[in-house]
């Protein structure tokens, strides 16, 4: 099970830090990775962190602005975001994939949290 928390109502150029509680398996034996669906669009993928190495990958729109990381002890993964745009409202989501690299494609997630709503405005 993955459960995402922290999202809210922030101001354009504020932060946020998101978290991705993982139970019934260890983050660190699976990619993990961070997506998010804005209303009337497809869902997509924002940063994800390798299961073998813990190398991450990020979107064009989040490469500078937003960071992932992984807790082992408290099973927890992070998405930190910076700078926050009016664009980045979404619900965002974070899912696991058991697949040689980590990647961005949706398909390839088994397991999904229920998403946390994230909205920046003034």
């Known amino acids: 099970q993955l459960v995402e928390s922290g999202g809210g109502l922030v101001q354009p150029g504020g932060s946020l830090r998101l978290s991705c509680a993982a139970s019934g398996f260890t983050v660190d034996d699976y990619n993990i990775g961070w997506f998010r669906q804005a209303p009337g669009k497809e869902r997509e993928g924002v940063a994800c962190i390798s299961r073998r190495d813990d190398s991450t990958r990020y979107s064009g729109s989040a490469e500078g602005r937003f960071t992932i990381s992984k807790d082992n002890a408290k099973n927890t993964v992070y998405l930190q975001m910076n700078n926050l745009k009016p664009e980045d409202t979404a619900i965002y989501y974070c899912?696991?994939?058991?697949?040689?690299?980590?990647?961005?494609?949706?398909?390839?997630?088994?397991?999904w949290g229920q998403g946390t709503q994230v909205t920046v405005s003034s």
């Open positions: 899912a696991r994939a058991y697949t040689p690299t980590a990647n961005q494609n949706s398909y390839d997630y088994d397991s």
